[in-house]
């Protein structure tokens, strides 16, 4: 069965880091590419960042460019998303998502049950 | 990245049938066949419905279909039950090798 269980989110201040990580575990964790989604409070999905199963291909939302990091460790079968210079509109439930294929492209089959980051003073 | 249109509601009575429509770009829906369709029921995490326009994964019923013409995708539930009952959301792969995803829509089931 494949899980995929986030962790680090919580409150933080204006202008500070945090690190979030996704441990997945159920299916082949290098073989895939995976993604972070995130989703403020009561509203929709927005796509934040992908990265294929070797690191090769690594985009991200123009939202999060320049402040945020995505990185893999599949000795480890874990994901992760460095989040610096955090912004209050940065506040939301923060999804770890499995893709179907090795580059982000074929879509997301598996979603992990999200970590809640606030960004407040 | 602009988001892809939905319409933010759309509404049935059990048994009949609707559509939700997703617009997008020639640069992101209409370039490629990498349009995704996820469920989210209230405090769940969104549920793939839907990949690569049309395919359905296992275990979703194939009451659940979709489509694409041009820059608009579509997904279709036939025979709706109460459970359907979710926000449903399109994605799309996008020219510049990135992910966007519509506004949502709120299904009801009368």
């Known amino acids: 069965e494949v899980q995929l269980v986030e962790s680090g989110g919580g409150l933080v201040q204006p202008g500070r880091s945090l690190r979030l990580s996704c441990a997945a575990s159920?299916?082949?964790?290098?073989?895939?590419?995976m993604h972070w989604v995130r989703q403020a409070p009561g509203k929709g999905l927005e796509w934040v960042s992908g990265?294929?199963?070797?690191?090769?291909?690594?985009t991200y939302a123009d939202s999060v460019k320049g402040r945020f990091t995505i990185s893999r460790d599949n000795a480890k079968n874990s994901l992760y998303l460095q989040m610096n210079s955090l912004r209050p509109e940065d506040t939301a439930l923060y999804y770890c998502?499995?893709?179907?294929?090795?580059?982000?492209?074929?879509?997301?089959?598996?979603w992990g049950q999200g970590v809640l980051v606030t960004v407040s003073s | 990245q602009s988001a892809l249109t939905q319409p933010a509601s759309v509404s049935g009575s059990p048994g009949q049938s609707i559509t939700i429509s997703c617009t997008g770009t020639?640069?992101?829906?209409?370039?490629?066949?990498?349009v995704s369709w996820y469920q989210q029921h209230p405090g769940k995490a969104p549920k793939l419905m839907i990949y690569?326009?049309?395919n359905r994964p296992s275990g979703v019923p194939d009451r659940f279909s979709a489509s694409k013409s041009g820059n608009t995708a579509s997904l279709t539930i036939s025979g709706l039950q109460a459970d359907d009952e979710a926000d449903y959301y399109c994605?799309?792969?996008?020219?510049?090798?990135?992910?966007?995803f519509g506004g949502g829509t709120k299904l009801t089931v009368l």
């Open positions: 994605s799309s792969y996008t020219s510049i090798s990135t992910w966007v």
């Open positions: 690569e326009v049309t």
């Open positions: 159920g299916f082949t964790f290098d073989d895939y590419a």
């Open positions: 020639s640069s992101d829906v209409g370039g490629y066949n990498y």
């Open positions: 990265i294929s199963w070797n690191d090769g291909s690594i």
């Open positions: 998502a499995k893709d179907r294929g090795m580059v982000p492209t074929l879509g997301k089959d598996y």
